[in-house]
């Protein structure tokens, strides 16, 4: 029954995001896939926090649209999913979701929590980002970059991501009591925003940090802007720096990983902390 449920739901909510344009078609059909997956091998836990990434991100990419939009085009991603970018930002949770249904431990659901504050704080970084009055500058030397360029923070950015992972702690806090859970795996509101925030934060971090530094990034022969896609301006871009290999997709794979990494790390620590104080 969950998995009919999952996929009706799933389904719904893909096809409303093609409709909407935040997902391309082949996006439209790894997200249904993945959201049947989070609910049939997981529960509303796991399901409830793919669906809040989702979501937020969808509604914030349409925000101010036309004031990203020349910015977009710097980007490997945009407010148009495909279904690569889908499962770079949500891969890695069904992973953990199918990990935890198969040989069931709370470490998934910790790692699972630090996986999507990350790729929430990435995105939300991004769109929010954007729209900051400020150019940003770069995470390794603090220089001044034009908007769009790979490796540059801003305040506004900044503490969008941290907001964003901050929730998704939050959530995991409420989706954990709704599913009946809390005997399953326990920690106070507080402890999960910490364990968002903290991972989350991190994770988009590296990802900044990445993207300045290893990622691979093209010039645009015809503007002479430092990007992350192959074309721009309708013409071939040429390479610039970075490994060939670690594209914008990967780096969002590895910072969300690393993330779930610290997650995990962290909410072992905190739970042996509240069984030691018998909160648990």
């Known amino acids: 029954m969950n998995w009919i449920i999952g996929a009706i739901c799933a389904i719904a909510v893909s096809a409303a995001a093609y409709w909407k344009r935040s997902l391309s078609l082949s996006g439209m059909i790894a997200a249904a896939v993945m959201g049947t997956v989070y609910f049939g091998a997981g529960n509303l836990f796991w399901f409830g926090i793919l669906l809040l990434f989702f979501v937020s991100s969808s509604v914030f990419s349409k925000l101010k649209a036309d004031q990203k939009r020349e910015t977009e085009k710097s980007y490997a991603k945009s407010g148009k999913r495909d279904a690569a970018q889908v499962m770079a930002n949500g891969g890695l949770g069904m992973a953990a979701c199918v990990g935890n249904a198969l040989w069931p431990n709370p470490g998934w659901a910790l790692f699972f929590v630090g996986v999507m504050a990350s790729v929430t704080a990435d995105t939300w970084a991004t769109e929010w980002g954007s729209l900051s009055r400020k150019p940003p500058r770069s995470i390794v030397n ?8 790979s490796g540059g923070v801003s305040l506004l950015g900044s503490t969008a991501a941290l907001a964003g992972a901050a929730i998704i702690g939050g959530a995991g806090w409420l989706l954990i009591i709704w599913s009946g859970l809390t005997s399953y795996i326990y920690l106070p509101l507080f402890y999960w925003m910490m364990i968002g925030s903290l991972s989350g934060f991190a994770g988009a971090m590296l990802d900044s940090y990445l993207g300045a530094t290893l990622q691979s990034m093209y010039r645009c022969l015809v503007c002479g802007r430092s990007v992350e896609v192959t074309r721009h301006c309708d013409a071939n871009t040429v390479p610039l720096r970075g490994l060939k290999w670690l594209n914008n997709d ?5 910072s969300s990983l690393a993330a779930g990494g610290i997650a995990l790390v962290l909410g072992t620590w905190l739970i042996e902390v509240v069984q030691k104080a018998g909160l648990g």
């Open 250 to 254: 990967m780096v969002n794979m590895i």
């Open 142 to 149: 603090g220089k001044p970059l034009s908007p769009g360029t």
